[in-house]
């Protein structure tokens, strides 16, 4: 099963996922609406903000490459299955629309964490 993380709209945060699911779900949320250096205790974390003032297709390819990476090496239980991106022209801004696929049993799995 597919799911949307839509990083144009708010998400609140869920201190107790009832899922795994719900972890990587909230996980990649906040990965994907994140940028590098925001973050204290993990400087890497989020994506790279070198394409602010980008042109936005090549900002768009610097994301894509930075999404995969970042999934990979934080969230390997999802595999990334398409992106597409929400751009406002006229303000500048640019915001991925992620499509996951959640691997092996983990979607109905209850969270021990």
């Known amino acids: 099963m597919d799911y949307i993380i839509d990083t144009t ?9 009832a899922t795994v699911y719900e972890e990587v ?3 990649l949320y906040f990965l994907y609406s994140s940028t590098e250096h925001d973050v204290p205790l993990d400087r890497e974390l989020g994506l790279d903000g070198t394409y602010i003032d980008r ?3 090549t900002a ?22 398409s992106i597409e991106f929400k751009a406002d022209y006229e303000r500048g801004v640019l915001k991925p629309i992620v499509e996951v696929e959640i ?8 969270y021990t964490g």
């Open 55 to 57: 042109p936005i297709e």
């Open 9 to 17: 709209k708010e998400n609140e945060i869920n201190l107790a996922p």
């Open 25 to 27: 779900i909230q996980n």
């Open 60 to 81: 768009k390819a610097l994301i894509t490459a930075d999404i995969y990476d970042k999934t990979e090496e934080y969230e390997p239980r999802a595999e990334i299955v």
């Open 103 to 110: 691997n092996g049993g983990y979607e109905n799995e209850e």
